[in-house]
C-alpha cells in the first residue's frame, strides 16, 4: 500500500517539485488542504475544462475532480503531462485513448469511500422498502395519511442480487449478513470466500435479475457496462423488485427505467446527466451531449414518482471517507513526482 512508504517524510518529494502539479474541481476543505500540504503547486475549483491558463501548462501531473472533462482537447494543451490523478473511484471522464497514445500514466482513488457507499447502500434498499419516499413527501405536505400505502415490505429473508463484487460489492454482502438474505451475484471475477463464507451463489445475469426482490449495482462504468440495465434487462426483473444503483449512472438506462417506473422500485445515487443536474449553466454554454440533457430531463421525471428516491451522487461523501480520499491523492502525487510506482494506477 501506498501508505506504508509515507512514515519517513524524507520520502516527500522537494518543495520545488510541487509546481509540477496542479488540482483542479477541489473543494474548499481540499484547496485548504493541498495548499498547505503541497505548496508551490496550482490549486483551483475551477473544473479542467474551464481552465483558461492562468497557471501556465507545464505541469507534470493533473489532479482532477470527478466533474472535469479530461479529454484530448484538455490534456493536449499540457506539453509535459505525464500523470493524471483521478479524484474519484471512477475514471470514466479520462480520455483513455488519448493518455495510451501519449504515455500518460493515469491513477484513480479505489479505496477511500468502501464504507461509505456500502453503508449508503443499505440506507438505499431499507429506505425503497419502507417507501421513505412517500412517507416524507405525505408528512411534508399534511395529506391524511393513508397507512395501505404507507405499508412497505422487510429487507430480511429476500433474494438480494449483488452486480459486481469487488471491494463495495463485497462489503455491501458483508453489511447484508445480519438480515438473513439469500445473495445471488454476478462478476467479472468469482470470489471463493464469498461463496464459502457468506453463502453467496454465483449465477448468470438473467438469473439474477429475474430473481431477485433487491438488485444493488457495484461495477465500472466500461463500454461492456453501459447501459446493462436496458428496457431487456428490466422486463426480466420482477414486479416490485428495487434497483439500487451507487455505480455510475450510465450503466442503467434512465429511459428504460422511466417507461417502467410503476412496475419497479429505484434508488438511484449516481443517474445520466447528473453533472448537468448539479449545473445546469452547462446547458447554455453548450458543454452537453443529447444523451446527458435526456438523462437529465428523465431525472427531473423520476425524481417526481413514489416510487424512485434520487440522491444528487453522495454515497462516497462522508467527512472520513474524504480525509481519506485527500491522503491518498497527496500520496500518490508525491509518488509521481519522486519517481516510484504506486499500486492505485490503472493503466
Known sequence: MIAK??????????????????????????EERAKKELPGAYVSREKLDEYNGEGGYDFEV?????????????????????????ISTGYDNVDEEYCKKNNIAVYNMPYYGTDAVAEFTLLLMMSTMRKLNKVLKDMESSLEIDHDELRGRELGRKTVGIIGTGRIGKRVIELLQPFDVNILAYSRTEKEELV???????????????????????????????????ERAVSIMKDGAI????????????????????KLYVALDVIEGEALCMNELDLLKGKCSVDVIKGAFLEKILIKHDNAI????????????????????IKTVSFILDGRECDNRVY
Do not use: Q
Request: proline share 2%; hydrophobic share 40%; charged share 30%.
Open 5 to 30: 512508504a509515507f512514515k519517513d517524510k524524507e520520502l516527500f518529494p522537494s518543495m520545488a517539485d510541487w509546481n509540477k502539479a496542479a488540482f483542479f474541481s477541489v473543494d474548499e476543505k481540499e
Open 243 to 262: 434497483l439500487v444503483n451507487t455505480s455510475r449512472g450510465a450503466i442503467v438506462d434512465s429511459e428504460a427505467i422511466a417507461k417502467n417506473i410503476d
Open 62 to 86: 493533473l489532479c482532477v475532480g470527478y466533474s472535469s472533462k479530461a479529454g484530448k482537447e484538455e490534456l493536449s494543451k499540457f506539453s509535459s503531462l505525464r500523470a493524471i490523478v483521478c
Open 310 to 329: 434520487i440522491t444528487p451522487h453522495v454515497a462516497y461523501d462522508t467527512e472520513e471517507a474524504l480525509e481519506r480520499r485527500m491522503e491518498n491523492v
Open 196 to 230: 464459502r463464507e457468506y453463502g453467496v451463489s454465483y449465477v448468470e445475469l438473467d438469473e439474477l435479475l429475474s430473481k431477485s426482490d433487491v438488485i444493488s449495482i457495484h461495477v465500472p462504468l466500461t463500454n461492456e457496462t453501459r447501459h446493462m440495465i436496458d
